[in-house]
């Protein structure tokens, strides 16, 4: 079983910074990619950025230029570096990562369980 830990959500004033982290846990084979998704109240959960396990990354246009995603694979953990926040920035932050569980498995997709960013006026 594998599990996704977040941690580092909060409340920030707006054009300050949070930096998110993610752990995975449990037993695999190895992890692809790793990345960040986003669900504000009413609206659908969008990608934020993702990271391959060879360290390409790509981002949402909303959040080029001020966010920083980054990965430790020797600590199986993903990070996202947030500045210059908006209040447009609050929503609840998913980890998500593509596991293998085996060497000749596919890769599966697991969710972290979510954390709170929101950033006030």
């Known amino acids: 079983q594998v599990q996704l830990v977040e941690s580092g959500g909060g409340l920030v004033q707006a054009g300050g910074s949070l930096r998110l982290s993610c752990a995975a846990s449990?037993?695999?084979?190895?992890?692809?990619?790793m990345g960040w998704y986003r669900q504000a109240p009413g609206k659908q959960r969008e990608l934020v950025a993702r990271v391959t396990s060879g360290g390409s990354t790509n981002y949402a246009d909303s959040v080029k230029g001020r966010f920083t995603i980054s990965r430790d694979n020797a600590k199986n953990t993903v990070y996202l570096q947030m500045n210059s926040l908006e209040p447009e920035d609050t929503a609840v932050y998913y980890c998500n990562a593509d596991v293998r569980p085996r060497s000749y498995s596919v890769a599966l997709g697991y969710w972290g369980q979510g954390t709170q960013v929101t950033v006030s006026s």
């Open positions: 449990g037993s695999f084979f190895s992890i692809n990619t």
